[in-house]
């Protein structure tokens, strides 16, 4: 499975923007698809997750009620919607793929089978 991110870039604090992740190589729908970031100097951290069937979602605390997760099985993509941004959401987004499709409450990058290069998001104040 390849994954490609796109739709980083460099805002404005208080600013939205809208990453997606286009999956290719494999079916779409084995996988729950996760999103996570990481600052500069600082390890890799969650940010979402949604299951294959994108019935249910998963957000890190401190993420919950500006990011939005959702995904499009039509279209082999899932999106990362951020809204209100602040200068510490600046990082490189990545997302990722794990053949544990239905399961949610998986966090930890390590359970993760397939990745993207990731998205640089900066955010100025």
């Known amino acids: 499975v390849q994954l490609v991110e796109s739709g980083g870039g460099l805002v404005q604090a208080g600013a939205s923007l809208k990453l997606s992740c286009a999956a290719s190589?494999?079916?779409?729908?084995?996988?729950?698809m996760g999103w996570f970031r990481q600052a500069p100097g600082k390890e890799r951290e969650f940010v979402a997750r949604?299951?294959?069937?994108?019935?249910?979602?998963y957000y890190s605390d401190s993420m919950k009620g500006r990011f939005t997760i959702s995904r499009d099985n039509a279209k082999n993509t899932v999106y990362l919607q951020m809204n209100s941004l602040k200068p510490e959401d600046t990082a490189v987004y990545f997302c990722?793929?794990?053949?544990?499709?239905?399961?949610?409450?998986?966090?930890?990058?390590?359970?993760?089978?397939?990745w993207g290069q990731g998205t640089r998001v900066t955010v100025s104040s």
């Open positions: 949604v299951v294959s069937d994108g019935s249910s979602t």
């Open positions: 990722a793929a794990d053949a544990y499709a239905l399961r949610l409450f998986r966090f930890n990058s390590d359970e993760y089978d397939y």
């Open positions: 190589g494999g079916t779409f729908t084995n996988y729950a």
